[in-house]
């Protein structure tokens, strides 16, 4: 179980990158947007489009990888109150009807990509973009997201320890 584990840490790590890449784009894309309207009085007229698909990749691309490092916002009002085994179940309980609501999610969204896929359906802007490929994206960042959260859940049934290395918050949220 300790390679599964880790795979799944590393494949939500892999994602997280790509979702940080993604983050890094749409400030390149906003710079040059500036520029191009300050400077030529003309724009890439795609802004809007690329910077929200950029938006959805990093949010759910991310999920896994947070989950993992366990800086996911958690209300502990019930929760710390109860005995560290119960905690645990609890927890396991939570990440696997979260993988559920993810995989039904994912589900929904093949059906999507599927459809546009066969209508060869594209999206309305000038760049035309053929719309199964951002919701692709976000099928992919759901399922990845849920096998992460499977991955949590039972770590937390077998009491295995997390493959993340614990380093603290730069700046505690605390």
Same mark, same amino acid.
């Given at each position: 179980?300790?390679?599964?584990?880790?795979?799944?840490?590393?494949?939500?790590?892999?994602?997280?990158?790509?979702?940080?890449?993604?983050?890094?784009?749409?400030?390149?894309?906003?710079?040059?947007?500036?520029?191009?309207?300050?400077?030529?009085?003309?724009?890439?007229?795609?802004?809007?489009?690329?910077?929200?698909?950029?938006?959805?990749?990093?949010?759910?691309?991310?999920?896994?990888?947070?989950?993992?490092?366990?800086?996911?916002?958690?209300?502990?009002?019930?929760?710390?109150?109860?005995?560290?085994?119960?905690?645990?179940?609890?927890?396991?309980?939570?990440?696997?009807?979260?993988?559920?609501?993810?995989? +039904? /999610?994912?589900?929904?969204?093949?059906?999507? &990509?599927?459809?546009?896929?066969?209508?060869? @359906?594209?999206? %309305? #802007?000038? $760049?035309?973009?053929?719309?199964?490929?951002?919701?692709?994206?976000?099928?992919? +960042? /759901?399922?990845?997201?849920?096998?992460?959260? &499977?991955?949590?859940?039972?770590?937390?049934? @077998?009491?295995? %320890? #997390?493959? $993340?290395?614990?380093?603290?918050?730069?700046?505690?949220?605390?």
């Amino acid at each position: 179980m300790s390679r599964f584990y880790a795979g799944v840490y590393g494949l939500s790590r892999l994602a997280a990158v790509i979702a940080a890449c993604a983050l890094v784009y749409m400030v390149g894309h906003i710079a040059l947007e500036i520029v191009l309207r300050s400077l030529f009085a003309t724009s890439t007229f795609v802004l809007d489009e690329f910077v929200g698909y950029a938006v959805s990749v990093c949010v759910i691309w991310s999920l896994g990888y947070v989950l993992e490092q366990g800086d996911l916002i958690r209300v502990g009002l019930l929760l710390d109150r109860l005995p560290q085994r119960a905690q645990d179940l609890m927890t396991a309980a939570a990440a696997l009807v979260a993988a559920a609501l993810a995989t +039904g /999610l994912a589900w929904m969204f093949w059906i999507r &990509v599927a459809r546009a896929w066969s209508r060869g @359906t594209v999206s %309305s #802007s000038m $760049a035309a973009i053929p719309t199964w490929i951002p919701e692709g994206a976000v099928m992919i +960042g /759901l399922c990845i997201f849920a096998l992460a959260a &499977v991955s949590h859940g039972l770590r937390h049934v @077998t009491g295995h %320890s #997390s493959p $993340a290395p614990r380093t603290p918050l730069a700046t505690p949220v605390e």
